[in-house]
Structures are given as structure tokens and as C-alpha cells.
């Protein structure tokens, strides 16, 4: 009932693993796979190895969490044996990878051997990379279209919230040949300690995820609906079925999830189980409920 073809990759479900969650090794891939995801995104790989930004790179507020992990990885070329172990568990895996430019996306994309791509254009708090590239539709494109002739897989990008107009960037996106958006990343946040008068992150300010954010993804997943030809995939504050049904109604085909995951890492399972329930009192097929928010 909750099978389904994405962008050519056969899901047993429409439930997938955000980047940056329990994505770094193999073996917590895999871990997450035998726990229900359809399929699993891996933290975001670069160029050269990078150590991130300076502790406390992640706190928990009153709404989700503040994180600035400044995209911390051990660089593609040492990373291509986690993901063909992590392939072990025979679901979709998906690279989140990122760069400074075009031709230091189609390095990596070129050589990394990966189910599908996702591109990073949207980090908010790395300098030089993410956001600050996302935000131009130009460079979005011209990034999308040169990882599209260097890979032989599907290609999505992620988007960022952190713009006027996030139709403007997933047009730009669909132009540059995307298989389809994922939307979306966290949204610029900040805490201040009023003990010390500092700023909680090392990095001053960083990324909002988990339940408070869910409100923002689910207009940018509606909007995105209306404007592209090509998937949506949601992403922002999933914790339960309910969430990932009003993601789909609002134009979602898919969706990640992964604040969530933290507190509860058979989440895949338990959506899917009352996902089922809820389908078969409904009598609604997952076509049924995609876009279904969009009808008359």
C-alpha cells in the first residue's frame, strides 16, 4: 500500500532519512534501514575533510533545535565504503553532497557511486557553501545542470527557506535538469545565553529544525506543488504519521524525516504501521492523498 517509484528508485514506503541524522556511518545507515526508511540520505559530503564548527554546535530550545554543525565530513574520497555497505540493507542510498561551486559538485558526483544525489544548497551556517549559494537562482541552476552531465543518477536538490521566493530557486532547479526538490532545510535561528550574554552556538547563530519549522516546510512544499513538473520531497518537524499525511496532501510525493529520529529511532515503522491503518479506514491510496489539498 505504501510502495511507490521515485524519480526511478523503488521505496517500500515514502519515509526516508534527513541528511545530517544518523547519517555518517554505515553502520548507523544501515540501522536506520532495518528500521522501516524507505531509503536513507547520508550526511553531506565534500570535497577535502572538514572538522565543522567549534562546540556547542547543537542545543535544544522550546520549539526543536538550533544546530551549527559547519557540514563536518571525512571528505568523498574517504567515504565511497560506507555507502556501498550502507547499499547492504537494500534500500535507496541517497549522497547529500556540497561545495563552493559547479565543478566541485560534479567531483564528487562523478565519482562517488550513489543511488541518487542530493544536492546541498541550502545549509544555513557554512561560509562559502549552502545557503549562500542556494539563494541565487543562477548558480542553483548552473550547479544543477553540470552534477546532471557528470552523474548517471538521479539528482535533487535541496532548498532553502531562507528566501522571498522559494519557487524562483525550484524552478531554477527544475531548469537545471533536478529530478526533483526536496524541501526543506532548517531556517536561520539563534539563542543567547542572558547569564553570560553570549550566543549559545559557537558559531553565533545556526539552523532551526524539528516541530516549529514543520508550518514553514509545509507552505514551501505547497507552493513548490503548484510552480515545478518535477517531485516534491518534504522535509521539517515530522514526528508522526498525521505529519507526513499533511505533507502529502500539501504536494509532497515523499518526505524525510529527522530531528524526530532522536527520540524515537523506530519512527519508520511505527508511521508506517499507523499510516496503513489510517489509508485503509480512508480508503485512500497514496495517489489519493498526493496534491490532494490542491483540488477543488
Known amino acids: 500500500m505504501l510502495s511507490l517509484t521515485l524519480t526511478g528508485l ?3 514506503n515514502p519515509l526516508m532519512l534527513a541528511a545530517g541524522i544518523m547519517g555518517t556511518t554505515c553502520g548507523s545507515l544501515k540501522r536506520i534501514a532495518e528500521r522501516g526508511a524507505g531509503a536513507v540520505v547520508t550526511k553531506s ?4 575533510p572538514k572538522g565543522g564548527h567549534s562546540n556547542p554546535s547543537m542545543v535544544e530550545v522550546d520549539c526543536g533545535y538550533l544546530n551549527a554543525m559547519g557540514l563536518p ?3 568523498y574520497k574517504n567515504f565511497q565504503g560506507e555507502i556501498d555497505i550502507a547499499k547492504e540493507s537494500r534500500v535507496p542510498v541517497i549522497a547529500s553532497i556540497f561545495g563552493g561551486c559547479s565543478l566541485d559538485f560534479a567531483e564528487i558526483a562523478g565519482a562517488l557511486r550513489a543511488d541518487a544525489f542530493e544536492l546541498n544548497v541550502s ?9 549562500e549559494i542556494g539563494t541565487d537562482p543562477e548558480l542553483v541552476e548552473d550547479i544543477t545542470r553540470t552534477v546532471k552531465r557528470a552523474a548517471d543518477v538521479p539528482v ?3 532548498l532553502t527557506p531562507n528566501v522571498t521566493n522559494i519557487k524562483d530557486i525550484g524552478l531554477a532547479a527544475e531548469s537545471g535538469g533536478a529530478d526533483a526538490v526536496v524541501a526543506i532545510n532548517t531556517v536561520r535561528g539563534m539563542a543567547i545565553d542572558i547569564e553570560s550574554g553570549y550566543p ?6 545556526g539552523g532551526l529544525s524539528g516541530r516549529a519549522i514543520k508550518p514553514v516546510a509545509i507552505k514551501c512544499v505547497y507552493d513548490l506543488y503548484e510552480a515545478l513538473d518535477i517531485p516534491v520531497i518534504g522535509v521539517g518537524g515530522i514526528s508522526d504519521y498525521r505529519d507526513v499525511i ?5 504536494g509532497a510525493q515523499a518526505v524525510e524525516i529527522g530531528s524526530a529520529v532522536g527520540n524515537n529511532i523506530n519512527i519508520f515503522n511505527d508511521i508506517s504501521s499507523c499510516m496503513e491503518s489510517f489509508m485503509e479506514e ?3 491510496t497514496l495517489e489519493d492523498i498526493h496534491g490532494m489539498a490542491h483540488r477543488e
Open 10 to 12: 523503488k521505496l517500500k
Open 45 to 48: 559530503i565534500g570535497l577535502e
Open 73 to 75: 565530513n571525512p571528505s
Open 123 to 131: 545549509c544555513p551556517h557554512a561560509h562559502g557553501f549552502g545557503a
Open 156 to 158: 535533487w536538490v535541496k
Open 200 to 205: 549559545v552556538l559557537g558559531n553565533k547563530f
Open 246 to 250: 499533511e505533507f502529502m496532501m500539501a
Open 282 to 284: 480512508k480508503e485512500w
